[in-house]
């Protein structure tokens, strides 16, 4: 209360506690066709296999914060990690490092009536410049529809997380070659996630 009358945070309060009311689990449901959802029934719950030998696993993430933006420009700052487990235990990495951070420099280019984004990619490191992707791989229509919401152009600051995503693949790339054995396993936040539909028809790099 103040002077008498309720604060308007009060009354926020109030009316979600009056919307948000505990309701049964029900079953998964999807607005995407290309989701084919399963009951939640224990028949579809399975154990993991048994692995023969104690093998490793990658976990691999990135973030992103944002800078500085302009209609044509946003400058973000990107970290992509990988922790290693065997068991229980956690491992030092021995040929790579376990984090890379990197400017990201998004700008529009114009040409004719088209808008495009193209990115450079400036590691704090200069060593690992070959661990990010290419900067000719991360050149997007600001029409393209894997990234567009609605029919609205391209956000400029959405190829931040673009570039973020590339970087993840890329680096796992280098993890499974030079930190993990076969039976290893890498695990990439998002995999099981299908956002969007990003590809390129002849990459520089490998993704």
Same mark, same amino acid.
Request: charged share 30%; net charge negative; hydrophobic share 40%.
């Given at each position: 209360?103040?002077?008498?009358?309720?604060?308007?945070?009060?009354?926020?309060?109030?009316?979600?506690?009056?919307?948000?009311?505990? +309701?049964?689990?029900?079953?998964?449901?999807?607005?995407?066709?290309?989701?084919?959802?399963?009951?939640?029934?224990?028949?579809?719950? %399975?154990?993991?296999?048994?692995?023969?030998?104690?093998?490793? +696993? $990658?976990?691999?993430?990135?973030?992103?914060?944002?800078?500085? &933006?302009? #209609?044509? %420009?946003? *400058?973000?700052?990107?970290?992509?990690?990988?922790?290693?487990?065997?068991?229980?235990?956690?491992?030092?990495? =021995?040929? *790579? #490092?376990?984090?890379?951070? %990197?400017?990201?420099?998004?700008?529009?280019?114009?040409?004719?009536?088209?808008?495009?984004?193209?990115?450079?990619?400036?590691?704090?490191?200069?060593?690992?410049?070959?661990?990010?992707?290419?900067?000719?791989?991360?050149?997007?229509?600001?029409?393209?529809?894997?990234?567009?919401?609605?029919? !609205?152009? +391209?956000? *400029?600051?959405?190829?931040?997380?673009? $570039?973020?995503?590339?970087?993840?693949?890329?680096? &796992?790339?280098?993890?499974?070659?030079?930190?993990?054995?076969?039976?290893?396993?890498?695990?990439?936040?998002? =995999?099981? !996630?299908?956002?969007?539909? *990003?590809?390129?028809?002849? #990459? =520089?790099?490998?993704?």
């Amino acid at each position: 209360m103040f002077g008498g009358k309720r604060l308007p945070i009060r009354k926020a309060v109030d009316a979600l506690e009056r919307a948000i009311v505990d +309701v049964p689990m029900g079953q998964p449901s999807f607005g995407d066709d290309r989701y084919n959802p399963f009951k939640l029934t224990k028949d579809h719950f %399975f154990p993991l296999p048994k692995r023969m030998t104690d093998g490793k +696993v $990658a976990f691999i993430d990135g973030g992103r914060a944002e800078l500085l &933006s302009a #209609p044509n %420009f946003s *400058i973000g700052l990107n970290r992509v990690y990988f922790g290693l487990f065997q068991g229980d235990q956690r491992l030092e990495p =021995t040929n *790579i #490092p376990s984090k890379i951070d %990197f400017f990201t420099v998004c700008y529009a280019a114009v040409r004719g009536d088209d808008i495009s984004y193209k990115t450079e990619l400036v590691p704090l490191e200069e060593d690992w410049n070959d661990l990010l992707p290419d900067k000719t791989d991360l050149q997007f229509s600001s029409f393209d529809r894997t990234l567009m919401t609605g029919y !609205q152009r +391209v956000s *400029i600051n959405r190829i931040l997380d673009v $570039a973020r995503a590339f970087a993840e693949w890329r680096f &796992s790339k280098y993890i499974i070659d030079l930190e993990l054995e076969e039976g290893d396993v890498t695990v990439r936040d998002g =995999t099981l !996630q299908t956002l969007s539909l *990003i590809h390129i028809s002849e #990459p =520089t790099r490998p993704y």
